[in-house]
């Protein structure tokens, strides 16, 4: 499919329903593509501010709503990916998106596969957030909500001062 054919596609797509993207899909730049009905949840946008990443983006939250799923919906997709298996790939942010994609029955786009795979489990439609195959990295970091220290591996209490960290993106970048 060319470009030209994947926008009809995304047009028509965007007339039916709302698409629900996580970080990979904000930074993958095809939000423009995509105006009018779009949506994420407060944590991914948490996690491209708290990685300064939106500078070069061009990212901004008028872009989309901005919506925090319910707790049932949580709930829902926290014990799909438990029956998938994808439980500890996943993030709270992953799980919020796919929380509010279930509570919208809108379309998931991430590039990101487990999410992809808890998404099918539960009936929610989805997309790759980019024209080509999957070619990027999100490389991310983890800061500490109380010293603001940052770590390049996953922590999940500070050592330092013992608060929870929160996940960051630390860059995004072509794959080699
Ligand atoms: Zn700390």
């Known amino acids: 499919m060319g470009i030209e054919d994947e926008k009809t596609v995304m047009n028509d797509t965007i007339r039916q329903k709302k698409l629900i993207l996580d970080t990979s899909a904000i930074l993958s730049r095809r939000v423009s593509l995509m105006q009018g009905n779009v949506a ?8 491209i501010r708290l990685g300064k990443i939106a500078r070069y983006t061009g990212f901004s939250s008028d872009m989309m709503d901005i919506l925090a799923p319910g707790k049932e919906s949580l709930c829902a997709a926290r014990k799909a990916a438990e029956e998938t298996g994808d439980l500890h790939e996943l993030s709270s ?8 994609c279930l509570e919208l029955n809108g379309i998931l786009v991430t590039d990101d596969y487990a999410m992809q795979n808890v998404a ?35 922590v999940e209490i500070c050592p330092v001062c013992g608060h929870q960290t929160k996940r960051a993106v630390r860059s995004y970048k072509k794959r080699q």
């Open 93 to 100: 942010t992953d799980l919020d998106v796919i929380a509010l």
């Open 120 to 154: 099918s489990r539960l009936g929610i439609e989805f997309m790759g957030a980019d024209l080509k195959p999957i070619d990027r990295d999100i490389r991310w970091q983890y800061r500490c909500t109380g010293c603001g220290k940052t770590f390049q591996q996953h």
């Open 40 to 47: 994420t949840t407060p944590s991914v946008l948490d996690e």
